[in-house]
């Protein structure tokens, strides 16, 4: 059976670790996956896409900055992709049409629940950012049941337009939104959805949000210890985790899309921690 081709599109792209991922995904599952990163133009997304499945390609990932491009391309969503307003996966249907799904917040819940152990029904937990990254994950976050979710931001506002627009999926958590000073009592989960630590940088968040006891988890991943999670461990947190369980998360989910089989992360996550 000869290879069937997928890849990655963003630009920059030469740091993926997706091919990587689905290179130990094929291996494990012996699905006959051919995976590549594509750096495509940034005025030539929609022209690449459809080169790509012109040439039999099977399944795309996408990262930044494509991510909205690739939502409005699609013909058919899948409803977590919908409120999203991004997508990260993008096949074809058996009629042949463009589908686009997100899968980032079903990678932040497994890793969370599922790889740490975090109980987020009933939890009070804090998310900091109101951009692509917090939005893509906020329903299924809210799928949990979590007792409150605050979020908050720089631009308040920008945070109220994601509670209203999530309103309806709230059900009895209680959903708010603040600013980054607001917030003076510990939460359970603190989930960090900026940019901020790629740069080094910190939100301007007030120590009184951690406990002993807070899960702290950054969306970022490198190899040392993120900026914020270094804060967090500074300020009496104990349980910090970052982002690279998300992505291999996001990852298995896109695969199980396109393959019809869920690859083990557990592996994989371990692997790329030691390389």
């Known amino acids: 059976m000869s290879n069937e081709l997928y890849a990655v599109m963003g630009n920059p792209i030469s740091h993926s670790k997706s091919p990587r991922i689905h290179s130990l995904f094929a291996g494990q599952t012996g699905e006959p996956v051919e995976y590549t990163a594509i750096q495509v133009p940034l005025d030539g997304f929609a022209a690449a896409v459809r080169r790509f499945f012109e040439a039999g390609g099977k399944g795309l990932n996408v990262t930044v900055p494509f991510k909205e491009q690739a939502w409005a391309l699609a013909e058919c969503r899948a409803a977590r992709a919908e409120k999203a307003g991004a997508a990260n996966t993008l096949y074809q249907n058996e009629a042949g049409q463009l589908v686009a799904d997100n ?50 931001n720089r631009t308040v506002a920008k945070a109220g337009t994601l509670v209203k627009l999530f309103a309806d999926e709230a059900g009895t958590t209680t959903l708010r939104a603040c600013g980054f000073k ?16 790629l740069q080094g940088d910190l939100p301007p968040l007030g120590a009184d949000v951690i406990a ?64």
Do not use: C
């Open 103 to 152: 899968t980032d917040g079903q990678g932040l819940v497994r890793d969370l629940v599922d790889n740490h152990g975090v109980r987020l029904k009933d939890a009070r937990v804090l998310v900091l950012g109101a951009g692509g990254a917090v939005r893509g994950v906020l329903g299924p976050l809210l799928e949990q049941q979590p007792v409150s979710l605050t979020l908050a």
């Open 212 to 275: 002993a006891d807070t899960v702290v988890y950054d969306m970022m991943y490198s190899l040392q210890t993120t900026t914020f999670n270094q804060w967090a461990l500074d300020n009496g947190a104990i349980r910090v985790f970052d982002g690279l369980g998300m992505l291999v998360e996001q990852a298995a989910e896109s695969f199980r899309l396109w393959r019809g089989v869920l690859p083990e992360t557990a592996p994989v996550i371990e692997a790329l921690r030691n390389e």
């Open 182 to 197: 607001e917030p003076d009592q510990p939460f359970d989960v603190i989930i960090n959805g900026t940019s901020a630590s």
